[in-house]
């Protein structure tokens, strides 16, 4: 490796980490938003807002070409990432900013487990050990006593299984394909997916909707466009591997920002589970050649 790519790849791990920075904030906003005008409305407001914003750069930019190319691949992302972010912010609704923020972190572990099912990665004794720590860890942090799990951390999961999905989608169309168009389509095809589930879920009123506005404004400026265009470039000069290590440090931003935010606090069976789950997740985030 020469020393421009060496240096494009510590430019691309320091954007990585920025945006891991930039998640780590949401989960104790997302809280904030989802307890007062609920989770469908959330998704809809935040990626509404996002798409309202970069519609006339679009526009402006509009090339025909890129436009076509793009679109279907932009429609799988939104697509997936409309299940993260809806089970992310359904399951906030139950649970704490900083449960969430670990057991999406499980994402990590989904992307090693779907490598080894597609053959990417062999069956080994680590995956053996990411499986076996990840239900540890998820049942000291989750389950309140024997058989009674949190709901809204099993919901969490099932979006972490989407975002896992939606990790590797990034790194195979972030190489090849325009990042602008990729960014656009990902959000309005997730904006207009949580259409679906609007006309079942209570109205919130106008002033909830003012309340939290500056939240909205915030997830939908820095944490959608800014963060998902971190991601798209960051994915396209750092390995995905590369990539899931530095991820690894989002729910640890998350946890302290919900304390200073949130006052939330772990207790020591939870920290226990966090780390048998931080501990799945960097085991999973090696290659078996590395």
Not at 73 to 85: K, M, S
């Amino acid at each position: 490796m020469n020393d421009m790519d060496q240096g494009n790849k510590v430019v691309g791990q320091a954007i990585l980490l920025f945006l891991t920075f930039i998640w780590g904030t949401t989960f104790s906003i997302i809280k904030v938003v989802v307890e007062n005008i609920g989770f469908a409305y959330y998704v809809f407001l935040r990626f509404g807002l996002a798409s309202f914003f970069l519609t006339p750069y679009i526009i402006f930019k509009y090339r025909r070409e890129l436009f076509y190319r793009n679109l279907v691949p932009g429609a799988v992302l939104g697509l997936l990432f409309l299940g993260g972010i809806s089970f992310q912010g359904w399951g906030i609704e139950y649970t704490s900013a900083s449960n969430a923020a670990f057991i999406t972190g499980l994402s990590i572990v989904f992307v090693y487990v779907i490598e080894v099912a597609t053959g990417r990665e062999k069956i080994s004794m680590r995956l053996l050990s990411v499986i076996v720590l990840s239900i540890i860890g998820l049942y000291l942090l989750s389950f309140k006593d024997m058989f009674m799990p949190c709901v809204g951390d099993l919901i969490v999961l099932i979006g972490s299984l989407f975002w896992a999905f939606q990790i590797i989608s990034i790194g195979k169309y972030s190489r090849n394909l325009d990042l602008l168009y990729l960014l656009y389509f990902e959000i309005i095809f997730t904006a207009i997916g949580s259409l679906i589930i609007l006309p079942f879920i209570k109205i919130p009123s106008v002033n909830s909707i003012l309340n939290i506005l500056p939240h909205l404004l915030y997830l939908a400026i820095f944490c959608t466009i800014l963060a998902n265009t971190l991601q798209l470039y960051g994915q396209k000069i750092v390995r995905n591997v590369e990539a899931a290590l530095i991820y690894l440090m989002e729910p640890v931003f998350a946890s302290i920002i919900a304390f200073l935010m949130l006052r939330e606090q772990l207790s020591m069976r939870q920290i226990i589970g966090a780390l048998a789950i931080i501990i799945a997740m960097i085991l999973s985030s090696y290659k078996s050649s590395s």
